[in-house]
């Protein structure tokens, strides 16, 4: 295991790249909720599509015809669907940021991640060890 005192950075350069990987994590955490998103209102739509045929065999046409025409084929956003909504962000944000992260930590930090946390666990690692010695 890689100590953080191997890593020659400054301080400067090590809160950059902690708070890098904090925010591209912080990303991916944003994408799993616009997944729960996508399926929510992917499972809302498939109940305003069983309303469609329930109306229509109640005889309600015009109203079935309404949710045919006007709520289902439409986005929620601008017409966009949400799975072009999740798929946008996926291939042009996140994959955009995650590799300007990975790029700054590459050069900066021999590609290693979480450089705070190995500093943290090394100073109470050692801490640990030397109230023995005390």
């Given at each position: 295991?890689?100590?953080?005192?191997?890593?020659?950075?400054?301080?400067?350069?090590?809160?950059?790249?902690?708070?890098?990987?904090?925010?591209?994590?912080?990303?991916?955490?944003?994408?799993?909720s616009l997944l729960d998103f996508h399926h929510?209102?992917?499972?809302?739509?498939?109940?305003?599509?069983?309303?469609?045929?329930?109306?229509?065999?109640?005889?309600?046409?015009?109203?079935?015809?309404?949710?045919?025409?006007?709520?289902?084929?439409?986005?929620?956003?601008?017409?966009?669907?949400?799975?072009?909504?999740?798929?946008?962000?996926?291939?042009?944000?996140?994959?955009?940021?995650?590799?300007?992260?990975r790029d700054v930590r590459e050069d900066l930090?021999?590609?290693?991640?979480?450089?705070?946390?190995?500093?943290?666990?090394?100073?109470?690692?050692?801490?640990?060890?030397?109230?023995?010695?005390?």
């Amino acid at each position: 295991m890689t100590r953080a005192d191997d890593i020659d950075l400054t301080e400067e350069e090590r809160q950059a790249l902690h708070e890098l990987q904090l925010g591209v994590e912080h990303l991916y955490r944003g994408y799993g909720s616009l997944l729960d998103f996508h399926h929510a209102i992917g499972r809302g739509m498939d109940h305003l599509y069983d309303a469609e045929e329930i109306l229509r065999k109640a005889g309600h046409e015009e109203r079935a015809d309404l949710l045919r025409d006007e709520a289902l084929p439409t986005g929620i956003l601008e017409n966009m669907w949400t799975y072009e909504i999740v798929e946008s962000f996926k291939r042009d944000f996140l994959t955009e940021v995650s590799g300007f992260e990975r790029d700054v930590r590459e050069d900066l930090a021999d590609g290693k991640e979480h450089i705070t946390e190995r500093r943290q666990q090394a100073s109470w690692r050692d801490r640990a060890e030397n109230r023995y010695e005390e």
